[in-house]
T-cell receptor, first 116, second 112 residues
Framework: GAVVSQHPSRVICKSGTSVKIECRSL??????MFWYRQFPKQSLMLMAT?????????EQGVEKDKFLINHASLTLSTLTVTSAHPEDSSFYIC????????????FGEGSRLTVL | KNQVEQSPQSLIILEGKNCTLQ??????????LRWYKQDTGRGPVSLTI?????NTKSNGRYTATLDADTKQSSLHITASQLSDSASYIC???????????FGDGTTLTVKP
């Protein structure tokens, strides 16, 4: 199946700093990428939908200025957690799709963010 | 409101036994239904994807069924192995929104 690479897999940062997480589709072009947040023992919570070349669509309650999403190409989307605080510590996962309404979603391996 | 409900929330079985996980949904218009396996601290991995016209699909020891009339799906795992211990997530695609609705998952623990 298609491969989605997420980097870094783990990151520890100090409170107040910004952290960038990359999501790359390695062997296909993804028209749409999704970003999720997952707390322990809970399911994935969709944060935003990102289409190449356009602004991301954020879910209700997700601060767009806090979680900056850039989808500059059909193979790369980035999530930047700005001015991170301990409550932003979580597991962040991306997924990519060619045709999200009809096709398969391919997930990255996730990025564990710990804010001290 | 589009919803996906999974049951049971958690399940413990002995190695070698079979089990069935359930998924009920109210997503409309329906596009497809997918089952994923998520190991702790990892991203979800696809097990099966089914469209409206498909009733059953197998992937090794995993067999998914879909009843589009009753809007129910099940994932049957045969001859369970310790490595089957994971969270199993049911995801239903919505044609209009281009989004997917996620269930809360079933946590399966296989014990020796």
């Amino acid at each position: 199946g298609a491969v989605v690479s997420q980097h870094p897999s783990r990151v520890i940062c100090k409170s107040g700093t910004s952290v960038k997480i990359e999501c790359r589709s390695l062997d296909f072009q993804a028209t749409t990428m999704f970003w999720y947040r997952q707390f322990p023992k809970q399911s994935l919570m969709l944060m935003a939908t990102s289409n190449e070349g356009s602004k991301a669509t954020y879910e209700q309650g997700v601060e767009k200025d806090k979680f900056l999403i850039n989808h500059a190409s059909l193979t790369l989307s980035t999530l930047t957690v700005t001015s991170a605080h301990p409550e932003d510590s979580s597991f962040y996962i991306c997924s990519a799709a060619v045709a999200p309404a009809f096709g398969e979603l391919f997930f990255g391996e996730g990025s564990r963010l710990t804010v001290l | 409101k589009n919803q996906v409900e999974q049951s049971p929330q958690s399940l413990i079985i002995l190695e070698g036994k079979n089990c069935t996980l359930q998924c009920n949904y109210t997503v409309s218009p329906f596009s497809n239904l997918r089952w994923y396996k998520q190991d702790t601290g990892r991203g979800p991995v696809s097990l099966t994807i089914m469209t409206f016209s498909e009733n059953t699909k197998s992937n090794g020891r995993y067999t998914a069924t879909l009843d589009a009339d009753t809007k129910q799906s099940s994932l049957h795992i045969t001859a369970s192995q310790l490595s089957d211990s994971a969270s199993y997530i049911c995801v239903v695609g919505n044609t209009n929104a281009g989004k997917s609705t996620f269930g809360d998952g079933t946590t399966l623990t296989v014990k020796p």
